[in-house]
T-cell receptor
């Protein structure tokens, strides 16, 4: 199976930076995804890492270290609308249909 | 809107009743997934279709649950003899095989089921 761990909740101030860590264990790693989910809404895709290193997309960046089984999502210049849950998900090469296995999500609360 | 759509958005039912949810994936997507999500948790995989074939079912999917995708387009998820523990958000997602972005999943807004 796969174990995916991420903090349950984080609080940060508007304009600041927050880093959400995710650790995973899987026998056949084939990609790591970050999704954003506002309360009562669909998860929406943020980023994808399959090779080691940093992927930057505007205010959001995601980092992957396959040897450490570790990723983080970095949110810069936080805005109130960034208050949401952030889901780390891993794909295993042996998984049927390239399904994703999700962690429990990190709820980020941005305060003024 | 060409995203994934789910119907209904909310369903309240009494214990023991049957319920059916519908998912319409993005039209060109051949893969369709059902997930279940409870409050404060991440989505848990239930089942997966490639075209009309159901290729994997999670052990979470008891025999009270059945899913179909008869023509390889929309899908239905039925829960028979609902129990209070079935209360959750049921999410549908679709993807396209060989999509360049690591075959990311596109999610619908879900059906929130409450079993009284």
């Amino acid at each position: 199976g796969q174990n995916i761990d991420q903090p349950t909740e984080m609080t940060a101030t508007e304009g600041a930076i927050v880093q959400i860590n995710c650790t995973y264990q899987t026998s056949g790693f084939n990609g790591l995804f970050w999704y954003q989910q506002h309360a009562g809404e669909a998860p929406t895709f943020l980023s994808y890492n399959v090779l080691d290193g940093l992927e930057e997309k505007g205010r959001f960046s995601s980092f992957l270290s396959r040897s450490k089984g570790y990723s983080y999502l970095l949110l810069k210049e936080l805005q109130m609308k960034d208050s949401a849950s952030y889901l780390c998900a891993v794909r295993d090469i042996k998984a049927a249909g390239n399904k994703l296995t999700f962690g429990g999500g990190t709820r980020v609360l941005v305060k003024p | 809107d060409t995203g994934v759509s789910q119907d209904p958005r909310h369903k309240i039912t009494k214990r023991g009743q049957n319920v059916t949810f519908r998912c319409d994936p993005i039209s060109e997507h051949n893969r369709l997934y059902w997930y279940r999500q409870t409050l404060g948790q991440g989505p848990e995989f239930l089942t997966y279709f490639q075209n009309e074939a159901q290729l994997e079912k999670s052990r979470l999917l008891s025999d009270r649950f059945s899913a179909e995708r008869p023509k390889g387009s929309f899908s239905t998820l039925e829960i028979q003899r609902t129990e209070q523990g079935d209360s959750a958000m049921y999410l549908c997602a679709s993807s396209l095989e060989a999509d360049g972005l690591g075959q990311k999943l596109f999610f619908g807004s879900g059906t929130q089921l409450s079993v009284l």
